[in-house]
């Protein structure tokens, strides 16, 4: 008998082996991608963290460079003072052996018995020198007198060796300086400017001439036969006594302004030059000499006769203040 076979199992399906090596792949991929990301993200926190060291230390180097240049300059600073320091005591040094040597020139002519003497009476001419050179200056205003007052007492006062009168020849250079900046006498100025301010006036009327011009009408050339015209000013100095009268009237005032001119009298000399106006705009009417004229009258108005130095006197002062009165 026979018995029947076992039946055979049915195989099962085969599997898809290509879908799971694409998604072993894929997972693949991604871990490869995630460990790549990791990886940036990890490298630029590094890198990060290394620009913010590098950062911090640059700034950490300038402070130090910043510190060692203030440093430097407080040294160079420190430097200068000490040179300046040096050179003040270097001087000052200086000083004292010069002093030290006045010191000594001086104790070694205390045995002198003529000494307080002679300088006594140096001294004397000297202020009296300076006395007069002063009331020069104040009562006449005489620069150049004033000048060679202090010129005359500058070599008696270089002849006193006492220390005490040192810094009154300085003073003294001081007042000549100021004295010779003054310039020339204002008063050889004005005198020259008042002569030529009442010098060739003419003796005759200015002639007033009628316009004969081919555009003056007829009229006007017939009347001007018969009608003279004049300025107003010069009126009543066409007859020549009366102009004779003028002119001498403003010699008179010429005489006056050149005695208030020698005695410096601004006052006098203004009230002068404006009678000297008025003459001449009555014997200049009409002239064109007047326009030049009383430019010069300005000119002389503005000048000063009076010098004066702020520095006047100053020598003399320090002078009776180191004798003691």
Known sequence: MNLPADPIPASPPPRNRRGGTLLLSLLLLLALGAGGWYGWRQWQAQETQAQVAIAQQRDALALRIDALRQGQRAQAERLQQAEATNRVLRDELLGLGQRAAVLEDSVSKLA???????????????????????????????????????????????????????????????????????????????????????????????????????????????????????????????????????????????????????????????????????????????????????????QLREIALQPSSPLAGSTLAQLRALRGG
């Open 112 to 298: 002198d018995p003529d000494r307080y003497g002679a300088q006594a009476l140096r001294l004397d001419q000297v202020e009296l020198l300076l006395a007069i050179g002063q009331q020069r200056l104040l009562l006449d205003g005489d620069v150049d007198g004033a000048l060679r007052a202090l010129a005359l007492a500058a070599p008696l006062l270089a002849d006193i060796d006492d220390p005490a009168y040192l810094n009154l020849r300085q003073t003294l250079a001081q007042e000549q300086a100021a004295l010779e900046a003054l310039g020339a006498d204002p008063r050889v100025r004005a005198e020259a400017l008042l002569e030529r301010l009442v010098a060739n006036v003419p003796a005759n009327a200015p002639a007033m001439t009628t316009p004969t011009t081919p555009q003056a009408n007829w009229l006007a050339r017939l009347l001007g036969h018969f009608v003279r015209a004049q300025p107003t000013a010069s009126a009543g100095l066409r007859q020549g006594a009366d102009r004779d009268a003028a002119l001498a009237a403003l010699q008179v005032e010429a005489s006056l302004g050149r005695v208030a001119i020698e005695r410096r009298d601004g006052a006098r000399l203004q009230r002068a030059l404006a009678r000297i106006d008025a003459g001449l705009q009555r014997l200049l009417a009409g002239s064109p000499q007047l326009r030049e004229r009383r430019q010069l009258l300005a």
